[in-house]
């Protein structure tokens, strides 16, 4: 189970910090991301990153963003900069990687709305 946080609303320039928790009977996460769709818009990467702390922007974000994460706490977080009107998305958390069973396991987290006024 992924769950997100730290979504709200914000103003232009302004900054915020998700944080996306993992929890259950979890040994192993491989990739993290971050995603969002904003109204009317198809769901679109926003920010990936490995176990091995590799990491991967989109364009929009390069510069502004910082994906994060803290394997112990298998907790994953995005920090958010210079929060612009075009950012204001629902952003979901995935998480993909190896339950105590020795399934398999690709996750996505209910969402957090953010909001960027102008």
């Known amino acids: 189970q992924l769950v997100e946080s730290g979504g709200g609303l914000v103003q232009a320039g302004g900054s915020l910090r998700l944080s996306c928790a993992a929890s259950?009977?979890?040994?192993?996460?491989?990739?993290m991301g971050w995603y969002r769709q904003g109204p009317g818009k198809q769901r679109e990467l926003v920010a990936t990153?490995?176990?091995?702390?590799?990491?991967n922007y989109a364009d929009s974000v390069k510069g502004r963003f910082t994906i994060s994460r803290d394997n112990a706490k298998k907790t994953m977080y995005l920090q958010m900069n210079s929060l612009e009107p075009e950012d204001t998305a629902v952003y979901y958390c995935?998480?993909?990687?190896?339950?105590?069973?020795?399934?398999?396991?690709?996750?996505w987290g209910q969402g957090t709305q953010v909001t960027v006024s102008s």
């Open positions: 259950g009977n979890i040994i192993l996460i491989d990739d």
């Open positions: 995935n998480a993909v990687g190896l339950l105590s069973s020795l399934d398999a396991f690709n996750s």
């Open positions: 990153i490995r176990k091995t702390d590799n990491t």
